[in-house]
């Protein structure tokens, strides 16, 4: 964004000639109506920026309590007055910055394994099957499912395709088939892993699992030390809270194969695909550009956080309510969660650093959330900063909502098919579904995804009733550098897989030249001009035989200690101290 331009000069440039001009009456009169025109041709337009809008500064939940309704200008309470909504161009934003990155064409998907990358026909095993039941809502179901491939291919084993959770925070009773096209899945990783529907049989009845659980973030070498012997033993292994248990540091054909489940093998059912599809036409036909939001603030999530939003002892009693739930839950010092960026932002304070970044009130925007605390009063600041405020029920009718209404997993996954397609991706929070949708868009051309710098940004959002509009939104965009979903934004090997898949994109060497180069810093790959991979690097994960895995090689890493339990309930309704899930189950 920034000021209008006078035709015919360059924006910034002075105007070189300084000579007076005499001209005839008739061009002064002409002159003078074209003047006119171009006037009310401008304040008949859509404003640039909005007017200033009230803020309430109480001490208790700073709303919103003025809206403006018409184009005249007024002020932010708490800011200082005179000042509209700036038109800038100076620091690292413009208009055409905001829906797309330009450097985002220097890089693209490269998830195709390597030349020594072996089949599955020859690398799985016989009597070697692997179950999985995955923990928590869609999003983190979608992580243990990723990885419960990668941990087949590891183990060489057929995997039976994964069990979803029923019982724990979400209560959703879908299967996989309900939510995934299993048929797609099954038959796009073929080459990769060999994956059936139901368990195994013998003698005409379904093989009793042996049940174990793996720790957290366990490497392929804990796998092949915990899990194979006990694999080999009992043929068949069910693996319970099945999510992040699998180490971010692979090799690199591993890695590839993450991002061909997460990013090509999962795809939601029809009638979930097709309903998300047309809230996109709907969201296209009423704007060419929109936002989506991901505002995760239901009761719950609050009460888990631990985090104090100002809504004063009756906040604090409701809240405080909802976390005698949790027996065992620790309860954090709400002030120095809010300082170290650990809570969710506010519905207002997401309004206001998007409006900071430059984006107009015109901008349409979707809303992905669940049960709001606070309900509308709590929407009205972010209401009243886009007004063209949208969500999956306004957009669709009760007769199309019907056949969802009673599954959280598919409502969400509606609500992520949107997300994935939106021109501008904001979350304000860190959850799973945030982190699965930022790699997702890194991965598929690096489309705006903006992580709000919340650590920094509370800071700003304290000081702001002693700021005026323009220190406050320069400060904003600054403080978001680096957080706007740019390539190369995060190094390489940092952060979550799921939210950086770098080994999965590749950047081009030149302009004249198809040889690019893997963002990851190690196992890299080139391409020829003929495009035929040439592998440069460790090899792929060996397959292991049976002999060559008898358990004798153990690990002293005491990290890698997996629990083996013979019987263990699946109900994970049931929260102990010693779960470190529940974080997880509640930050989907």
């Known amino acids: 964004m920034g000021q209008p331009r006078r035709r015919g000069y360059p924006h910034g440039h002075h105007h070189r000639c300084h000579r007076r001009i005499a001209l005839p009456a008739a061009a002064l009169a002409l002159l003078f109506l074209a003047v006119s025109l171009l006037s009310v041709s401008f304040l008949s337009a859509p404003p640039l920026t909005d007017p200033r809008t009230r803020l309430a500064t109480s001490s208790s939940r700073r709303f919103l309590r003025r809206y403006p309704t018409n184009g005249s200008s007024g002020e932010f309470e708490g800011f200082e007055s005179g000042e509209a909504f700036p038109v800038t161009t100076h620091g690292w934003i413009r208009q055409d910055d905001l829906w797309h990155s330009k450097l985002a064409s220097n890089f693209y998907e490269c998830s195709n394994s390597s030349s020594k990358y072996l089949d599955s026909s020859v690398t799985a095993?016989?009597?070697?099957?692997?179950?999985?039941v995955t923990s928590g809502g869609l999003n983190q179901q979608r992580t243990g499912i990723v990885d419960a491939v990668v941990a087949a291919r590891i183990l060489n084993a057929t995997l039976?395709?994964?069990?979803?959770?029923?019982?724990?925070?979400?209560?959703?009773?879908?299967?996989?088939?309900?939510i995934f096209d299993m048929d797609w899945f099954i038959s796009f990783l073929a080459k990769?892993?060999?994956?059936?529907?139901?368990?195994?049989?013998?003698?005409?009845?379904?093989?009793?699992?042996?049940?174990?659980?793996?720790?957290?973030?366990?490497?392929?070498?804990?796998?092949?030390?915990?899990?194979?012997?006990?694999?080999?033993?009992?043929?068949?292994?069910?693996?319970?809270?099945?999510?992040?248990?699998?180490?971010?540091?692979?090799?690199?054909?591993?890695?590839?194969?993450?991002?061909?489940?997460?990013?090509?093998?999962?795809?939601?059912?029809?009638?979930?695909?097709e309903l998300g599809e047309k809230l996109i036409q709907r969201m296209r036909e009423k704007s060419r550009y929109f936002i989506a939001l991901h505002l995760r603030f239901e009761p719950d999530m609050l009460a888990f956080?631990?985090?104090?939003?100002?809504?004063?002892?009756?906040?604090?009693?409701?809240?405080?309510?909802?976390?005698?739930?949790?027996?065992?839950?620790?309860?954090?010092?709400?002030?120095?969660?809010?300082?170290?960026?650990?809570?969710?932002?506010?519905?207002?304070?997401?309004g206001l650093m998007l409006r900071a970044l430059g984006y107009r009130s015109d901008v349409h925007i979707y809303v992905a959330s669940g049960e709001i605390y606070g309900g509308e009063d709590t929407l009205a600041p972010l209401k009243a900063l886009f007004p063209n405020f949208h969500t999956k029920e306004t957009l669709s009718s009760q007769k199309e909502l019907a056949p969802f209404l009673k599954f959280s997993s598919r409502m969400a996954a509606i609500d992520f098919i949107?997300?994935?397609?939106?021109?501008?991706?904001?979350?304000?929070?860190?959850?799973?579904?945030?982190?699965?949708?930022?790699?997702?868009?890194?991965?598929?051309?690096?489309?705006?995804?903006?992580?709000?710098?919340?650590?920094?940004?509370?800071?700003?959002?304290?000081?702001?009733?002693?700021?005026?509009?323009?220190?406050?939104?320069?400060?904003?965009?600054?403080?978001?550098k680096g957080y706007m979903g740019e390539p190369m934004e995060i190094s390489p090997g940092r952060g979550e897989f799921h939210a950086n898949p770098a080994a999965c994109i590749c950047e081009k060497t030149g302009k004249n030249s198809v040889a690019v180069k893997s963002i990851s810093r190690s196992n890299q790959e080139l391409?020829?001009?003929?495009?035929?991979?040439?592998?440069?690097?460790?090899?792929?994960?060996?397959?292991?035989?049976?002999?060559?895995?008898?358990?004798?090689?153990?690990?002293?890493?005491?990290?890698?200690?997996?629990?083996?339990?013979?019987?263990?309930?699946?109900?994970?309704?049931?929260?102990?101290?010693?779960?470190?899930?529940?974080?997880?189950?509640?930050?989907?």
């Open 125 to 132: 095993q016989p009597e070697r099957y692997l179950i999985v």
């Open 160 to 178: 039976v395709v994964p069990k979803l959770d029923q019982t724990s925070f979400w209560k959703d009773s879908s299967n996989f088939s309900e």
């Open 192 to 273: 990769d892993v060999k994956i059936i529907k139901e368990p195994p049989e013998k003698g005409g009845k379904p093989m009793k699992p042996y049940k174990m659980r793996v720790p957290r973030k366990c490497t392929p070498r804990c796998y092949l030390n915990r899990v194979l012997p006990a694999l080999l033993k009992k043929h068949v292994i069910r693996m319970t809270k099945y999510d992040y248990r699998l180490s971010n540091k692979l090799d690199t054909d591993l890695q590839k194969l993450r991002c061909r489940v997460n990013y090509h093998a999962l795809r939601f059912t029809d009638p979930i695909q």
């Open 305 to 350: 956080s631990g985090c104090y939003y100002g809504g004063g002892e009756k906040e604090r009693r409701e809240l405080a309510a909802i976390r005698r739930r949790w027996r065992t839950l620790h309860i954090r010092d709400p002030e120095k969660g809010r300082r170290q960026g650990r809570c969710p932002l506010t519905p207002e304070e997401v």
């Open 418 to 480: 949107v997300c994935d397609e939106s021109d501008a991706f904001v979350a304000n929070n860190v959850g799973n579904m945030a982190k699965i949708l930022a790699g997702r868009r890194r991965y598929f051309g690096h489309k705006r995804t903006i992580r709000p710098n919340a650590k920094q940004l509370y800071s700003l959002f304290m000081k702001r009733v002693n700021m005026s509009w323009d220190a406050f939104s320069a400060q904003v965009r600054i403080i978001q």
């Open 527 to 588: 391409v020829n001009d003929t495009g035929i991979k040439k592998a440069v690097g460790r090899p792929p994960y060996p397959v292991y035989t049976d002999e060559e895995a008898d358990g004798s090689d153990t690990e002293d890493d005491t990290t890698a200690r997996g629990e083996m339990i013979d019987a263990e309930p699946d109900d994970d309704s049931v929260v102990r101290q010693e779960d470190p899930e529940l974080e997880e189950i509640l930050s989907d």
